[in-house]
């Protein structure tokens, strides 16, 4: 028990992030991230590694992958759950990985942070100014029961990647089902087409 | 005995609060719905559409890259977004939104007089802003429904008020009113072509590394959408 509560506390210490600290910590991490795309051009699963050091405690992977699945997620059974968050996960790193090259010459800055009405969301906007143009990427937290603020989501020029999951597998679950969309899922990779 | 119940309290509240947490989360996505009362048709025409881009837009416009040097398809794009000016300042007009139209035309003037004629973006080098803008979101801005979903040949996603909305849009753009109007039509399908050349490397993650991309498109448009009509 001692060493359960131990864990918890390490586990907790480690990857703590407050409120107070969300926009600091970010813009410190996109910054470096940016960094890393400079000086790591052509190689983008070195990248994506040291990418993903920075942002893998701050991101609630399991969550994001049952909200993507929404209604559909309770009647899985536990392995499928482990099965379809594991493949969640890397499906979304790997999206995140071939998209790399798209934002090496960019710059993200955080522009403003604010809670929802019942101060259990916190949305953090950034922007970067593409030909002119305002782009707008907005991460979604929330605060986990040990009190530590987590993504959950991220808006991308005003579309949630979650949103844009639900639809998709949902849509499968609907007229197939879970092994196909767990197919579907691990198949897509776009430098074997 | 006494610290199994304490324990199967804590673990009972733990999972009553997220069970809370999860119906607030599934209310917040539950906000967002595409009335889609053609997704057979749409569906359909989606794959017609990557098709048609795996085999005939993508490799024209691949060609179009390899043959055109980057300075005439940026100076191509540079005018174009110059030009589409009037189009942008109308629809913001019609949407109240004078701070926004005066830096349009602040970004105008520097790219003419300062671009030669637009064929430089000086404005964005000199961050100026630029505000997208179209008639279809400026009924949008005022709250006309998007209608039902349409996925348009070639052209791709879309909705009932956007596709009603692309004839006013058409005549917005100075290159609408060249005569006759094939030719017309053939200086925009170019026009297009030439932005495309910039988005391959989107489109083809768009396309090709999405696991089920009809969803995906409409969502992401009809989202998009939104966003711009606030």
């Keep these: 028990m001692k060493t359960l509560a131990f864990l918890c506390v390490f586990v907790v210490a480690s990857f703590a992030l407050k409120l107070e600290n969300i926009s600091s910590t970010m813009q410190e991490n996109i910054d470096k991230t940016l960094l890393i795309l400079k000086n790591t051009s052509g190689d983008k699963s070195k990248a994506a590694g040291k990418i993903f050091e920075l942002f893998d405690p701050i991101f609630d992977y399991k969550l994001m992958a049952k909200l993507s699945l929404s209604k559909h997620y309770d009647k899985l059974s536990e392995a499928e759950k482990k099965q379809f968050s594991e493949a969640f996960e890397a499906q979304l790193k790997k999206s995140f990985t071939d998209k790399l090259h798209l934002y090496k010459d960019q710059t993200l800055k955080i522009v403003k942070g604010e809670k929802n009405d019942k101060g259990t969301r916190y949305f953090l906007t950034s922007v970067m100014r593409i030909d002119g143009e305002d782009k707008f990427v907005v991460f979604k937290f929330y605060q986990n029961p040990q009190k530590d603020w987590l993504i959950y989501d991220v808006d991308v020029l005003g579309v949630s990647i979650i949103q844009t999951y639900r639809t998709q597998f949902g849509d499968v679950l609907e007229n197939e089902n879970f092994q196909t969309l767990l197919e579907k899922i691990k198949a897509v990779n776009f430098y074997q087409k | ?197 910039f988005q391959t490397d989107t489109l083809d993650e768009l396309y090709y590394n999405t696991p089920n991309v009809y969803p995906f498109l409409r969502d992401a448009y009809e989202q998009r959408r939104i966003e711009m009509s606030k």
């Design chain 2, 1 to 197: 005995m006494l610290k199994i119940r304490i324990c199967l309290l804590l673990f009972l509240c733990l999972s009553v609060s997220l069970c809370d947490e999860f119906d607030d989360f599934e209310a917040e996505f539950e906000e967002f719905k595409v009335n889609d009362p053609l997704s057979g048709y749409n569906k359909m025409m989606t794959s017609f559409n990557i098709g048609f881009y795996s085999y005939v837009a993508r490799p024209a416009i691949k060609s179009y890259n390899f043959i055109t040097p980057q300075f005439l398809r940026t100076g191509v794009k540079n005018i174009m977004g110059n030009l589409a000016m009037p189009m942008r300042v109308s629809s913001l007009l019609l949407q109240f939104k004078f701070k926004e139209v005066g830096i349009e035309f602040k970004r105008f003037g520097v790219n003419m007089f300062f671009g030669f004629f637009g064929v430089i973006d000086a404005a964005s080098n000199t961050g100026i802003a630029k505000y997208p803008a179209d008639f279809g979101t400026a009924l949008a801005h005022w709250g006309v429904g998007s209608g039902f979903h349409l996925v348009l040949p070639i052209l791709g996603p879309s909705n009932l008020r956007d596709t009603l909305s692309m004839p006013v849009n058409w005549y917005l753009v100075p290159t609408g009113y060249i005569e006759p109007f094939y030719v017309s039509l053939a200086v925009n399908s170019y026009v297009v072509m030439n932005e495309l050349s």
